[in-house]
């Protein structure tokens, strides 16, 4: 199965969901694919229906999200001419151009309680009717829908049908996020760094630096897998130097000391004095111990950050840091920075 993403990952609670997918694959029951944003579901969906015996038949998905809750059921179950404002022809659904294949229904929490309705009988029965008809279609379709939504607590609330839940949930899969898959962000940024560095052209991958890799690691990856991706293909292209290891990854790519600041917000940050205050990011007081050694390997950590995003160039981060030239060096060989480089002393 050829896709720009493939299932990579090596930790236990990754392969664990892969193989229920693989499990349930084969069977005609619908299956709910729980997760975080980025997390792989569309991969999930896709797996579902390439190893089952509709292989050979449509994978049609819809986002439920991606229509106003005005056109959701004409989409879904299709409509004929005439119908309602704009229905100049007759259109058939989603359904039916699933038919015999797999429906992938992605956000179906975002679905209206009409909607729901509709969708349970054609779940229950096997047959929709196109708004404007009153002769329903026998159908022939395996669902699997995705979220990352709570649907029993929706449920719970009223806000999404229990009766629908039930039909559903067969069998479920919760993907982990990638915060939890240990040994995996390291695997995926090599792969995704690789990658790119075949797109551009490079010669070799050089690899990351060791305090980027602990950056990577230690980022709590809210979008997942697609962040880890962007993020990394984002700093090999900015690096584009093969030869050296890169130094420098940017999380945020709206992070800039131009951005635009609202009225509000400008007033905000007016009245806070520049460096006091602040904790460093990921710095957790609870946890210090000594002191020194923590002042030390913070600082050790700055000058990391900075000399990769500087690309070593010493002049330009000792102007970042507000430092002159012979105190940037001093620092640099107080922390043994210049064997990692590979510099003479």
């Given at each position: 199965?050829?896709?720009?993403?493939?299932?990579?990952?090596?930790?236990?609670?990754?392969?664990?969901?892969?193989?229920?997918?693989?499990?349930?694959?084969?069977?005609?029951?619908?299956?709910?694919?729980?997760?975080?944003?980025?997390?792989?579901?569309?991969?999930?969906?896709?797996?579902?229906?390439?190893?089952?015996?509709?292989?050979?038949?449509?994978?049609?998905?819809?986002?439920?999200?991606?229509?106003?809750?005005?056109?959701?059921?004409?989409?879904?179950?299709?409509?004929?001419?005439?119908?309602?404002?704009?229905?100049?022809?007759?259109?058939?659904?989603?359904?039916?151009?699933?038919?015999?294949?797999?429906?992938?229904?992605?956000?179906?929490?975002?679905?209206?309680?009409?909607?729901?309705?509709?969708?349970?009988?054609?779940?229950?029965?096997?047959?929709?009717?196109?708004?404007?008809?009153?002769?329903?279609i026998r159908?022939?379709?395996?669902?699997?829908?995705?979220?990352?939504?709570?649907?029993?607590?929706?449920?719970?609330?009223?806000?999404?049908?229990?009766?629908?839940?039930?039909?559903?949930?067969?069998?479920?899969?919760?993907?982990?996020?990638?915060?939890?898959?240990?040994?995996?962000?390291?695997?995926?940024?090599?792969?995704?760094?690789?990658?790119?560095?075949?797109?551009?052209?490079?010669?070799?991958?050089?690899?990351?630096?060791?305090?980027?890799?602990?950056?990577?690691?230690?980022?709590?990856?809210?979008?997942?897998?697609?962040?880890?991706?962007?993020?990394?293909?984002?700093?090999?292209?900015?690096?584009?130097?093969?030869?050296?290891?890169?130094?420098?990854?940017?999380?945020?790519?709206?992070?800039?000391?131009?951005?635009?600041?609202?009225?509000?917000?400008?007033?905000?940050?007016?009245?806070?004095?520049?460096?006091?205050?602040?904790?460093?990011?990921?710095?957790?007081?609870?946890?210090?111990?000594?002191?020194r050694t923590?002042?030390?390997?913070?600082?050790?950590?700055?000058?990391?950050?900075?000399?990769?995003?500087?690309?070593?160039?010493?002049?330009?981060?000792a102007k970042?840091?507000?430092?002159?030239?012979?105190?940037?060096?001093?620092?640099?060989?107080?922390?043994?920075?210049?064997?990692?480089?590979?510099?003479?002393?």
């Amino acid at each position: 199965m050829e896709r720009e993403n493939q299932f990579i990952g090596q930790s236990g609670a990754f392969l664990d969901a892969v193989e229920r997918a693989s499990r349930a694959a084969p069977m005609r029951r619908p299956v709910l694919v729980i997760g975080e944003r980025g997390t792989g579901k569309e991969l999930i969906a896709e797996r579902l229906h390439r190893l089952s015996n509709r292989w050979e038949e449509p994978l049609v998905t819809m986002n439920c999200a991606a229509l106003p809750e005005t056109l959701i059921e004409a989409e879904l179950f299709g409509h004929e001419a005439g119908s309602f404002t704009g229905a100049t022809r007759a259109r058939a659904g989603r359904f039916e151009e699933a038919d015999r294949g797999t429906l992938f229904l992605d956000e179906l929490a975002t679905l209206s309680m009409g909607a729901q309705e509709r969708l349970l009988r054609a779940v229950e029965y096997g047959e929709v009717t196109r708004i404007g008809s009153s002769r329903p279609i026998r159908v022939d379709v395996r669902i699997v829908a995705a979220t990352n939504e709570n649907l029993p607590k929706m449920a719970d609330e009223g806000r999404f049908r229990a009766d629908l839940l039930d039909r559903l949930s067969f069998e479920v899969i919760t993907l982990p996020p990638l915060r939890v898959r240990e040994g995996d962000i390291d695997v995926l940024a090599d792969y995704f760094g690789r990658r790119m560095a075949a797109e551009i052209g490079w010669e070799r991958w050089p690899g990351f630096a060791d305090h980027v890799r602990r950056q990577l690691d230690e980022h709590p990856w809210p979008g997942n897998v697609r962040e880890l991706r962007n993020v990394v293909e984002r700093a090999v292209y900015r690096w584009g130097d093969w030869e050296e290891a890169i130094g420098y990854v940017q999380f945020d790519p709206f992070e800039s000391p131009w951005k635009p600041v609202v009225a509000h917000s400008a007033r905000s940050i007016e009245s806070v004095p520049s460096g006091h205050g602040m904790r460093p990011s990921g710095l957790d007081y609870d946890t210090v111990e000594d002191l020194r050694t923590a002042v030390e390997a913070h600082e050790r950590a700055i000058l990391e950050h900075h000399l990769g995003r500087n690309r070593w160039n010493q002049r330009q981060t000792a102007k970042a840091l507000g430092l002159t030239y012979d105190q940037l060096r001093h620092c640099i060989r107080k922390h043994g920075l210049a064997e990692r480089n590979g510099e003479a002393e």
